[in-house]
């Protein structure tokens, strides 16, 4: 397939090879993300019951309480953090959340030409994103 | 974003781990927003203290924080936390006292006081035009629209990363040009108590959303009423501020109006209980002032709570520190003055309580959801009534 390159904008430095699991809806780490398992807890979400870890976590943006930074950070102490986050416009909380729990992050992509199990490089040094393989089914955590 | 050789050092990490978090925070929010540089700020409030909220997820960060020698270096204050010690902590399992008293810990150790108020600018007033990094939505709008002093809307995060730097980035409410009022609204039906400003508040926040109003029809409002109005405001909008006492009208304002009914309707939606008997009468959200406490001691003189209903009333341990006779008067009729905790962020379910009659309208829009528990929203006197015996 012809490579596909997307440029973005640095948030959190990091390189990284992962992959993609896509969501089209905003994500609320607290209440939404359970800390104990990295799973997606939240109702009617199109990612409910995926899991984040390991993961390059596409979604549009962030909402809901700033406590979800902590939630962050408390996922990646237990390693169940996504590997690299990439937004379409980033927002403080996921942004604060990725600085303090060290995930490499990037925004400004449009995630709509990410599909979930793409596998995907990041740089997120230089805010670029490049989807190395497409894969068409969805493939499940741990 | 332009920094200085000193912020430069501190972002690299020679300041240590906490300072450079810190500034990392400041930096990549600032860039996010616009800004051009920082700017000192007066003092911080920080929100997310209650270990009810917060949960397991940031004991872990504070401490790192703390023992990587974050230090605040402005005046900082905290919101309240999940319970009181004195009375509801002695109710709670001993786990819960411990977690949340950890999280005060650490934030102890970083120099921040324990104020444990949502109404900290009753501890300190801050200065007129002074910049602030403040979290807690209510009293942003409050101080952005009473007192005159500037603050964006902070997170949790962010307000503990701006009391550790000491600074804050300019953009939003720190710049001028974003603090002029941008709609008017004429309220057509005169208030007649503090719940009619929090319904008021309720009601314009979901249409308001991020602007910033002038409100017509306040006449002789109290700062206690508009305490209320704030508060509401900021639960469904994202108003920062307001403006009540000015004139000024340019033609090409959107203008909206409210009518007696859409105030009717409001408060009729903040109550969800049937008819049955509230177990706890709530009145201090945000935290009461010192003139709200001198008033309820002087409705409740001579009077008893009835047996089987809890009835709080939650302020700082400032003000009831200075609020002479009147907590014994309360404390006499049979009622708690609660300090340094807020019921919404408090252990209400653990402690059986299912039906909460306040005359708080963010109170009674959050309860539902946060505290599982039907509401019945009313004016003090009526909750007064409901608190004591006939």
Known sequence: ?142 | MYLTKEEERIYDGEHGWANQICMKILVRLGELFHATRLIPIESAHVSGVSYKTLGDAPGKFLETLANADGKVRVKATLNPQSFDPEYLGRKLPEHIREKQLNILRQFEKMGFTQSLTCTPYYLEKPKTGSHLAWAESSAVVYTNSILGAWTNREGGPSALAAAIIGKTPNYGMHKAENRQPNILVNVKTSLKNEAEFGALGIYLGKILKDKIPIIWGLKNASEDELKQLGAALATTGMVNMFYHNIQLERRTMEKISVEANDLKRTVESLSTAAKSKPDLVFIGCPHCSLTEIRRIAKLVDGKKVDAGTEFWICTSRYVKERSGNSVERIEKSGGYVLTGMCTIVSWTETLGIKTIITNSAKTAYYAPTLNKAETVFAPLKQCLKTALEE
Do not use: W
Request: glycine letters at 10%; proline letters at 4%.
């Open chain 1, 1 to 142: 397939m012809r490579q596909i390159i997307l440029k973005g904008r640095t948030i959190v430095e990091g390189h990284c090879k992962a992959e993609a699991l896509v969501s089209t809806k905003p994500i609320s780490f607290l209440g939404g993300v359970d800390p104990d398992n990295g799973k997606i807890i939240e109702k009617n979400h199109d990612l409910h019951g995926e899991c984040i870890k390991g993961k390059a976590l596409c979604f549009p943006h962030g909402h809901g309480s700033t406590v979800g930074s902590y939630v962050l950070y408390s996922l990646a102490k237990k390693k169940l953090a996504p590997k690299v986050i990439v937004n379409q416009t980033a927002d403080p909380v996921v942004v604060v959340g990725a600085i303090i729990a060290d995930i490499p992050m990037i925004d400004q992509i449009d995630i709509r030409q990410i599909k979930t199990g793409d596998t995907v490089e990041v740089d997120a040094y230089t805010g670029v994103i490049k989807i190395l393989k497409r894969k068409e089914n969805k493939s499940s955590c741990i």
